[in-house]
């Protein structure tokens, strides 16, 4: 029996010390892979199990992509990535470093150590950066000063700069003639939406110096005719997506027009460009807007908006992709929708919330739009029984007409 336990422990013995083995002999381009998979925290305890696996962790291609996620634990849920890690990652790989992002709470400490590690990327040469806060103030409440300064670093030093995603900062004019002066060659998307301190001369000298941007985010106030002639230029590339954000901060606030001829100029330039438009504003300020023709695709109403300004919409909105209404009133919209059935014939998404609409205008607008609304997300509390058609009826019509089986949305019971 003795004998029989000792040759058992030995054929387990040998099974591990085979194991360990095959792990020792696995390539480094199949170690590399699997580290990619593990989450960093993983990954640095895994590269404290032999030489090789430490190595490994050390590889250039396992940091070309990262996200620094930085926070106070006392006031987030986000796991932040460990100081001496960073230490680390800037003394051996800030070289290394290509598709970075920052992610950041609310809080100016988290924001101010994302400001000392840029400031620290002297050696770096990225192609993206993106500056990402969970919520606000984060990034704007750093003094200006040392914003700009630790910016300035990562455009000076990074010549290929592609993608740059820096939403809710205190960037400035000059920071982006900056960014010009480095990149002017290599950037092609720019998103930058409440960043208060550039002003439309510094957004058209991106426009007139990166030809080729084919991607563009920005506020409703940096929009401007000269903008849009620069992006139509014979020398600029074929913008692809131009997402607008319209939002008022105070309630009466004045907001300019964009001629007509602009928008053509933008639409024989790109034909098939994306004009994205998030309208964050109050009844009384949709004045200047859907007067006249506009090439907007994708349409969102994040407040209330009236009878009058979607009947617009149905009218001037001929390459409406996507429309979304998060709230009207309690006019039913049935002449509306029944105008953007007519007149939008790419419309293959819509979603609406707190409206009215009765049964037989819902059905009418589902059979004249057919089969190419591929989305249709439609509150229950939305539809209005009538004459023609029940609660319990309408899906089955609707059914009918998409091809496919259709319900109105629930709200949930909890």
């Given amino acids: 029996m003795l004998n029989q336990k000792r040759e058992t422990q ?6 591990v010390g085979s194991l360990d083995s095959d792990w020792a002999r696995l390539p480094q381009e199949l170690l590399l892979h ?7 925290l993983d990954r640095a305890y895994a590269s404290q199990v032999c030489r090789r696996w430490n190595q490994a962790f050390h590889m250039p291609e396992l940091w070309r992509c990262f996200e620094f996620e930085l926070n106070q634990p006392a006031s987030s849920y986000l796991k932040a990535t460990h100081p001496d890690l960073i230490k680390q990652i800037i003394k051996r790989h800030s070289n290394h470093l290509q598709y970075v992002s920052f992610k950041v709470d ?7 150590a994302a400001c000392d590690i840029l400031s620290q990327l002297v050696n770096c040469s990225l192609k993206t950066l993106g500056l990402i806060s969970t919520a606000r103030p984060s990034f704007m409440e750093v003094p200006k000063s040392h914003f700009i300064s630790a910016l300035t670093v990562v455009f000076v030093n990074s010549k290929s700069l592609s993608s740059l995603k820096i939403d809710d900062t205190p960037v400035d004019d000059p920071s982006l003639k900056v960014l010009v002066a480095n990149n002017s060659d290599t950037l092609k998307l720019l998103k930058m939406s409440s ?31 000269e903008l849009l002639l620069a992006l139509s230029s014979e020398k ?3 913008l692809e997506h131009l997402r607008i954000d319209v939002v008022s901060e105070n309630p009466g606030q004045h907001f300019h027009t964009i001629k007509k001829s602009s928008w053509d100029a933008m639409v024989r330039h790109s034909p098939k460009f994306n004009l994205v438009m998030y309208f964050f504003l109050y009844e009384d300020e949709f004045g200047p807007f859907f007067n006249e023709e506009i090439p907007v695709t994708h349409l969102y109403f994040g407040r209330s908006v009236s009878k009058e300004v979607l009947g617009r919409v149905g009218l001037h909105c001929p390459r409406l ?10 006019r039913p919209l049935d002449e509306e929708l029944i105008r953007i ?8 998404a819509i979603g609406l919330g707190e409206c009215e609409v009765s049964c037989s205008a819902f059905v009418e607008f589902v059979k004249m739009c057919g ?6 997300s439609i509150m229950e509390e939305v539809l209005i029984p009538d004459h023609k058609y029940s609660l319990d009826e309408i899906h089955w019509e609707v059914s009918k007409h998409l091809g496919r089986v259709w319900f109105p949305d629930m709200m949930p019971t909890w």
Avoid: M, W
């Fill in 106 to 112: 609310s809080s100016t400490e988290s924001a101010e």
């Fill in 371 to 376: 089969r190419r609304l591929s989305q249709l």
């Fill in 321 to 330: 992709v996507e429309l979304v209404v998060c709230a009207n009133g309690l």
């Fill in 10 to 15: 030995e054929k387990q013995n040998k099974i």
């Fill in 195 to 225: 960043c208060p301190h550039v002003s439309p001369a510094g957004i058209l000298c991106v426009a007139d110096q990166c030809h080729g941007l084919r991607e563009l985010a920005l506020n409703y106030h940096l929009l401007s005719d």
């Fill in 34 to 40: 699997i580290f990619q998979y593990l989450p960093l």
């Fill in 341 to 348: 059935a007519k007149h939008c014939t790419q419309l293959s």
């Fill in 236 to 238: 600029h590339v074929h």
